[in-house]
């Protein structure tokens, strides 16, 4: 199947500082990448929606001005979280879009996730 | 109503079961239907892939889908304790959202 890379795999760092989190389709070309927020033994929880070249589409309840995310080409995504606090903290997961992955039709890969752990 | 409805679990199963894992939707316009693994602290991984109704086997994984009752299945035969962790469905309609459930927490006990 399609590879998705994401790093770092895991971020610590001090309440403030902003984190920046790359997310790359590596063998594909994803005009649709998607972050998820994932808390222990919960479900994918669906941030924003990113397109290449274009603002994303934030879910309801996501500060777009504290996620900042940016699609800058077809293969990569960033998502930054500014000013940090330790509510932040989460499991980060991004995924790509590829409706021709292998034949298979409109599906989505994800990325190993990202552990952000805020002090 | 939520959109895909699945049963959290737990579910445990001896080594050797087979396991059964379903979920159900209310949006008759969903085509595609997916399920994924997740194990511990790593992203979801994609298992099964069906398009429209009917069965897809892929060597101990069956998935079925059920378009007329709204439902679906994944059927893991031989369940092996490699086979423990969280699965989730999904669905989407073509080109749009992806909707998954809330996902199932398996273990499989050697």
């Known amino acids: 199947g399609a590879v998705v890379s994401q790093h770092p795999s895991r971020v610590i760092c001090k309440s403030g500082t902003s984190v920046k989190i790359e997310c790359r389709s590596l063998?594909?070309?994803?005009?649709?990448m998607f972050w998820y927020r994932q808390f222990p033994k919960q479900s994918l929880m669906l941030m924003a929606t990113?397109?290449?070249?274009?603002?994303?589409?934030?879910e309801q309840g996501v500060e777009k001005d504290k996620f900042l995310i940016n699609h800058a080409s077809l293969t990569l995504s960033t998502l930054t979280v500014t000013s940090a606090h330790p509510e932040d903290s989460s499991f980060y997961i991004c995924?790509?879009?590829?409706?021709?992955?292998?034949?298979?039709?409109?599906?989505?890969?994800f990325g190993p996730g990202t552990r952000l752990t805020v002090l | 109503q939520k959109e895909v409805e699945q049963d959290p679990g737990p579910l445990s199963v001896p080594e050797g079961a087979i396991v059964s894992l379903n979920c159900t939707y209310s949006n008759s316009a969903f085509q595609y239907f997916m399920w994924y693994r997740q194990y511990s602290r790593k992203g979801p991984e994609l298992l099964m892939y069906t398009y429209s109704s009917g069965n897809k086997e892929d060597g101990r994984f069956t998935a079925q889908v059920d378009k007329s009752s709204k439902y679906i299945s994944l059927f893991i035969r031989d369940s092996q304790p490699s086979d423990s962790a969280t699965y989730l469905c999904?669905?989407?309609?073509?080109?749009?959202?992806?909707?998954f459930g809330t996902g199932t927490s398996l273990t499989v006990i050697p």
């Open positions: 063998d594909f070309q994803a005009t649709t």
């Open positions: 995924s790509a879009r590829d409706p021709l992955a292998g034949g298979i039709a409109d599906t989505q890969y």
């Open positions: 999904a669905m989407s309609v073509p080109g749009n959202q992806f909707y």
């Open positions: 990113s397109n290449e070249g274009s603002k994303a589409t934030y």
